[in-house]
């Protein structure tokens, strides 16, 4: 994607931010967000803390930022996003937050300016619902209709 083409996000960097968002590499689709703290922050395990990240995102209308774990802090630490993918609204102005879970074994030490999970922005279609009161009355192409939870599987 072009320069010129990319779509703009507005940011404000708060006197406590440890950075904008960056990409690992050109090919990333996510933007990493860092720890924003004043200080180290112990997550225990099987316990959840908001961590700032001093961000305030100005998206433009028909986008939203998703918000998800970081896989290595994940398979490593167990370290993930609750909520995830966590949405920022278009509409949304205030700090960006991250809500870590710890699922592993052992505390982590939350470090500040430390990539602790990746944005990635993405298009919202507006929608329009019709009212349908035929669908699941037929089989559907498949034959799912109300089989769910894993029921491809069986």
Same mark, same amino acid.
């Given at each position: /994607? ?5 779509? +703009?996000?507005?940011?404000?960097? &708060?006197?406590?931010? @440890? ?7 050109? *090919? ?6 860092? +720890? ?8 225990? #395990? ?5 961590? #700032?990240? *001093? $961000?305030? $995102? ?6 939203? @930022? ?6 290595? &802090? ?28 710890? &699922? ?11 990539? $602790? @999970?990746? /944005? ?35």
């Amino acid at each position: /994607m072009s320069r010129e083409s990319a779509v +703009a996000v507005r940011i404000r960097l &708060l006197a406590h931010a @440890a950075g904008l968002p960056e990409r690992a590499s050109t *090919g990333s689709a996510g933007y990493d967000l860092r +720890a924003a703290t004043s200080e180290p922050v112990r997550i225990a #395990p099987g316990t959840r803390r908001l961590i #700032p990240t *001093g $961000l305030v $995102l100005g998206l433009p209308p028909g986008y939203e @930022a998703q918000i998800r774990p970081r896989s290595g &802090l994940a398979f490593r630490q167990g370290l993930t996003v609750l909520n995830s993918p966590g949405t920022i609204d278009s509409d949304y102005r205030g700090e960006v937050k991250l809500l870590l879970a710890n &699922l592993g074994d052992e505390p982590v030490d939350v470090e500040r300016g430390e990539r $602790l @999970a990746q /944005m990635v922005v993405a298009a919202v279609p507006e929608i329009r619902f019709q009212e349908d009161d035929s669908l699941g009355q037929r089989p559907t192409e498949g034959g799912r209709n109300e089989g769910g939870f894993g029921s491809t599987g069986t």
